[in-house]
């Protein structure tokens, strides 16, 4: 699992350039696209994006720290939103704070972790 905390890393991921744009257009998309805002905002709100990696399972996300597994388990329990960005990733958004700060999950909709299968749930609804 890789903590985000700068909108910049997710070049970083390794991810297929379809899959880094949907992503990239999802977590821009309330700031009008634009990167440096959206950043701005994470830094001023305190917002991160989790994401659970296809090798990740429930055994490795239990030897994440504690405020790590806090933060995935209020993402799993109170989702404000759980979308399809393609046809093989989702990303959830728990908002915590009351300016707005949250914390995201993206994963492969592949993922057997327990988080991803009941975020599968809310998906479409």
């Not at 991810?15 to 696209?33: K, S």
Request: net charge negative; hydrophobic share 40%.
């Amino acid at each position: 699992m890789k903590l985000i905390k700068n909108i910049h890393d997710i070049a970083q991921l390794g991810l297929a350039p379809d899959i880094e744009q949907a992503l990239i257009h999802n977590l821009t998309e309330p700031f009008d696209f634009d990167i440096e805002v959206t950043q701005a905002t994470w830094n001023e709100i305190n917002t991160t994006l989790y994401y659970i990696e296809p090798s990740d399972s429930d055994e490795s996300l239990s030897q994440e720290d504690e405020a790590a597994q806090s933060m995935l388990r209020f993402v799993k329990n109170y989702p404000e939103f759980v979308d399809a960005i393609s046809d093989s990733h989702l990303l959830a958004l728990a908002i915590f704070t009351s300016d707005g700060g949250g914390c995201y999950v993206f994963a492969s909709k592949l993922s057997q972790t327990h988080i991803v299968n009941e975020l599968k749930i809310h998906l479409n609804n």
